[in-house]
C-alpha cells in the first residue's frame, strides 16, 4: 500500500496534564455531590465569573435576549431550527415499534419510549455557539422528552448567557435553562443540586473540563460520548475544486488550536493548488491566527495511489467529519465504514451540515466514530423489549430454560420453569 505523507501532524499529547486535568475534576465533582448549590455557586462565582444572584434564567431574561438580536438572527435560527427538527421528525418515523410470534404463544416485540429528562450544554468561550443550542435540544424535542434542561457558561461582557444561546435554546424548546458552565455544570446535571434536578442524559460539546466531567460521570448518568478537538479529513481527486478544499480545511481549523484538517488524495498537483490557496485565505481571515496554529500543528496531507487507500486510511482515523470531493464518490462510499457523518460532493461543504442542513454537528471525535455515530433523535429513545407468553408457549420453553438454569447452578430458575412447563 502506497501513502505518502505529504504533511504530518506536529501535535503530541501531554499525558501529565491530562491526569491533572483528572484529578481536579474529580474533586470538582465531589464538591457538588457533598454540598450541592453551596459548592455550585462556588465554582461559578470561581471559574465563570458569575455574579447574579440566579442561575436559573427567567423568562424575562430569554425576552431581553431577543431585543438584543438582530432580527435577522433571529430568523436564521429559527429557519436553521425548521430544517433540524425536520430530519429529527424523519430519523424518529423510521424508529417504529415491532411485534412478532417466534412460535405459537410466545410473542415477542420492543417499544419506543422517550428518556424521561436531558440536559444539553453548550459551551461558552470566544464567541457564542447557537446552533450547538438547537442541534442538541430539538432532536430531544422531536423524541418526546418531557423535561429538557440546557445551560452555558456566562458570556464575560453581559454576565449571563449570550443572548444568541439564550434565544437559540429558547427556539429550541428548553424548558429549565441555567447559568453555568464547566465540570461544575455536568456535575450538577448529573447529581444534582438543591436548586438544579438531575437529568438522565447530558448531551453536547465541551472543553477539556466538561469532557472529562462527562467521562467520570457516565453511569451515574448517561451521555452522548467524550469528544475531543474538532476533525474534518476531505479525500479528493483531480476534479476537485482547490479554493473548496482549503477554505473547508481552514473552516475545521479555525475552530481552536487542536482543531485538525486532513486531507487525502490521489493528485499532487490538487495538494499544491490547496496549499497555494490556504495560504491566501489566512492571510484574509479575522481568525488566521488560531486557523494557522491548528493547521500548522495538526493539518495533515497524504497522496494515495488510488481511492481504495484512501478509504483504508480514512476508516483508521473514523474522523468526525468526511468530505467527498470527487467526479464520482458513489465509487468510494461502500468502502467507507468509520465517520461522524458524510458529506458527498463538492457543494456538500461542513459548514451546512454545522448549521443548516438538518443533519447534527454533535459528532464522533477521537476516533469514536469506530463504534458510534452522532448525536440524533435515537439519542434519546430507548428501545425496550417485551414479550407475551401463554401456557402452550411456556411449556415449549420451559425444557430448555431448565436445562441451561440447571447447567448454571440456579435452581430457583430451574424450579421456575419447571412449574410452568
Not at 460521570?217 to 476533525?231: C, L, R
Not at 476537485?240 to 473547508?248: S, W
Not at 481568525?287 to 481504495?308: H, M, P, Q, Y
Not at 451540515?353 to 455515530?373: E, F, Q
Request: glycine share 8%; aromatic share 8%.
Amino acid at each position: 500500500m502506497s501513502i505518502k505523507p505529504i504533511k504530518q501532524s506536529n501535535s503530541q499529547t501531554d499525558f501529565e496534564d491530562n491526569l491533572q486535568v483528572r484529578e481536579k475534576v474529580s474533586n470538582i465533582l465531589s464538591e457538588i455531590r457533598k454540598k450541592g448549590d453551596i459548592a455550585l455557586f462556588n465554582f461559578c462565582q470561581k471559574f465563570d465569573g458569575f455574579e447574579g444572584g440566579n442561575l436559573k434564567i427567567s423568562s424575562e431574561q430569554i425576552q431581553s435576549a431577543y431585543k438584543n438580536l438582530d432580527s435577522e438572527d433571529i430568523q436564521a435560527m429559527k429557519k436553521a431550527a425548521e430544517r433540524i427538527e425536520q430530519f429529527a421528525q424523519f430519523q424518529k418515523e423510521s424508529i417504529l415499534p415491532r411485534e412478532v410470534e417466534l412460535s405459537p404463544g410466545v410473542t415477542l416485540g420492543h417499544h419506543i419510549l422517550p428518556i424521561s429528562s436531558s440536559a444539553s450544554y453548550v459551551p461558552g468561550g470566544r464567541y457564542p455557539l447557537p446552533s450547538s443550542a438547537l442541534m442538541s435540544i430539538i432532536p430531544a424535542r422531536v423524541a418526546g422528552v418531557k423535561r429538557i434542561v440546557a445551560c452555558s457558561p456566562p458570556d464575560r461582557s453581559s454576565g449571563t448567557i449570550h443572548p444568541a444561546t439564550l434565544v437559540a435554546m429558547d427556539i429550541a424548546g428548553a424548558c429549565e435553562i441555567y447559568c453555568m458552565g464547566g465540570a461544575h455544570a455536568i456535575g450538577a446535571l448529573a447529581f444534582g443540586t438543591e436548586s438544579v434536578a438531575p437529568a438522565d442524559i447530558i448531551v453536547g460539546p465541551g472543553n477539556q473540563w466538561v469532557t472529562e466531567a462527562k467521562r467520570q460521570v457516565s453511569g451515574n448518568v448517561g451521555i452522548d460520548f467524550i469528544a475531543g478537538p474538532s476533525e474534518v479529513l476531505i479525500i479528493a481527486d483531480d476534479a476537485a475544486n482547490p479554493e473548496f478544499i482549503a477554505t473547508d480545511l481552514l473552516a475545521q481549523s479555525e475552530h481552536d488550536p487542536q482543531a485538525r484538517g486532513i486531507l487525502v488524495s490521489t493528485d499532487e498537483k490538487l495538494i499544491q493548488s490547496v496549499l497555494k490557496y490556504l495560504e491566501g485565505f489566512l492571510g484574509q481571515l479575522p481568525t488566521a491566527s488560531v486557523a494557522r496554529k491548528a493547521w500548522e500543528d495538526n493539518g495533515e496531507i497524504f497522496l494515495v495511489d488510488c481511492f481504495e487507500e484512501a478509504a483504508h486510511l480514512s476508516n483508521k482515523i473514523a474522523p468526525e467529519h468526511l468530505e467527498l470531493h470527487m467526479s464520482n464518490p458513489d465509487t468510494i462510499i461502500p468502502q467507507l465504514s468509520n465517520y461522524g457523518s458524510l458529506f458527498i460532493g463538492n457543494w456538500a461543504a461542513e459548514v451546512f451540515g454545522d448549521y443548516v442542513s438538518g443533519t447534527n454537528h454533535i459528532l464522533p471525535t477521537m476516533r469514536a466514530a469506530r463504534y458510534t455515530g452522532g448525536v440524533w433523535v435515537g439519542t434519546f429513545l430507548k428501545v425496550v423489549s417485551y414479550q407475551k407468553i401463554t401456557k402452550e408457549g411456556a411449556q415449549e420453553l420451559a425444557p430448555v430454560a431448565l436445562k441451561l438454569a440447571e447447567l448454571e447452578g440456579l435452581y430457583a430458575h430451574k424450579l421456575a420453569a419447571d412449574l410452568r412447563g
